[in-house]
Structures are given as C-alpha cells and as structure tokens.
Antibody, heavy 121, light 107 residues
Framework: EVQLVQSGAEVKKPGESLKISCQGSEDTFTGYWIGWVRQMPGKGLEWMGIIFPGDSDTKYSPSFQGQVTISADKSSRTAYLQWSSLRASDTAMYYC??????????????WGQGTLVTVSS | DIQMTQSPSSLSASVGDRVTITCRASQRINNYLNWYQQRPGKAPNLLIYAASTLQSGVPSRFSGSGSGTDFTLTISSLQPEDFATYYCQQSYSVPRTFGHGTKVEIK
C-alpha cells in the first residue's frame, strides 16, 4: 500500500523561508503525479499544484503560481513545497496527495497526514 | 478557473436519514467530478470519482450522479461515522478546484 509521510509541524516568523516534504513508501511513487492541497484554519480545500517526480513536470494553480515552489527528488521518492518568504496568511494545513486515475478522470486517492504550518511574529 | 458551488454549506441530519448534497460547476465538466469526505482532524478520503464510480472500499450507501454542470452525492442511510465534511472537485481542467464543502452534523 502506498503511503505518503509528511514532515512535521512548523512554526515560523513572517519573512522566513520554509520547505516541507512528502515521502512515498514505494518505488511506484515516481510513476504518479503528487499534488499539494492547502486548508486554511476552518476553511475548505484548495488545489495548489502538482508535480510528476519522474521528470519534475509541474503545474500550478494561478492562485499559487509565484507564491510557492513545488519540487521533487525521485531518487528519494520525496516531493517538496517551499516558500522563500512566509506570510501570516500562509498559516494552514498542507496535504500532499497522490493522483490516481487515467484519461482525464484524475483524483487524489492517497493522502499524506498533513503538515501544519504556523506563521506568527 | 472553474468554480464549484456546493449546497447546502451545512446540514443537520439523524442516523438513518437519506442525505443529498449538490455541486454545481461554473461550466460544463462532463462527468469529471470527484467527491471526498473529511472527518475532523483527518486528511480527506476519496469516495467517488467520474461522478458516479465508487472508490474501492467505500460503503455502497454512498452514491453519486450527474453530468455537465450539476452533480449530487447521496448517502442512503446516514451512519454515525458519516458525520463529516464533504467536498466535490472537478478534474476537467487545471487548477482542479474544490467546492467549499458541506458539513453534515448530527441533529
């Protein structure tokens, strides 16, 4: 069974940088796209972007383009989400998830446990 | 971006009730529509994809229907573990946007 294990909770100050991670448990990690989803406190799910670790092809939501960077290291089966300068509004739970499906019928069928990022002065 | 509008935003129901949640897309998305359940403090869990296909392991009391712009998720007989928030998501185009969620609470 594919499992996605995310890095632990972070508490940062505005303006600091951060990189959180999501590691897959199987070699098949590189055969799938891995996405990131934001959930602000008490709010709904927001699709941020997605990466194919095999060749690092990446797609961003316009809402997050330029605000975060999604990357991956296929050798360690790890995807990353990073910020160069955090804001208080980045405070949220961030989930990674594996994209399953085919022929356009795509969905997130495996999820990480979430990484809580708190940005506060 | 395609906007996904869910209704209601919350509802109260009793164990055994039939519950229906609707999701409307801002443009036609054929049947590229997923449903997720999120229990408090947990990651979301896929229930249905392609509008009506039940994900493996999901109880048969969950069903989905619709095509084009209008979709429904139905729980035929609400169970205690079904009290959660439900989200629709379109997979027609990037960004693959979610609805704002429907919280199902205990009456």
């Amino acid at each position: 069974e594919v499992q996605l294990v995310q890095s632990g909770a972070e508490v940062k100050k505005p303006g600091e940088s951060l990189k959180i991670s999501c590691q897959g448990s199987e070699d098949t990690f590189t055969g799938y796209w891995i996405g990131w989803v934001r959930q602000m406190p008490g709010k709904g799910l927001e699709w941020m972007g997605i990466i194919f670790p095999g060749d690092s092809d990446t797609k961003y939501s316009p809402s997050f383009q330029g605000q975060v960077t999604i990357s991956a290291d296929k050798s360690s089966r790890t995807a990353y989400l990073q910020w160069s300068s955090l804001r208080a509004s980045d405070t949220a739970m961030y989930y990674c998830a594996r994209r399953g499906g085919s022929r356009g019928f795509y969905y997130f069928d495996q999820w990480g446990q979430g990484t809580l990022v708190t940005v506060s002065s | 971006d395609i906007q996904m509008t869910q209704s209601p935003s919350s509802l109260s129901a009793s164990v055994g009730d039939r519950v229906t949640i609707t999701c409307r897309a801002s443009q036609r998305i054929n049947n590229y529509l997923n449903w997720y359940q999120q229990r408090p403090g947990k990651a979301p869990n896929l229930l249905i994809y392609a509008a009506s296909t039940l994900q493996s392991g999901v109880p048969s009391r969950f069903s989905g229907s619709g095509s084009g712009t209008d979709f429904t998720l139905t729980i035929s007989s609400l169970q205690p573990e079904d009290f959660a928030t439900y989200y629709c998501q379109q997979s027609y185009s990037v960004p693959r946007t979610f609805g704002h969620g429907t919280k199902v609470e205990i009456k």
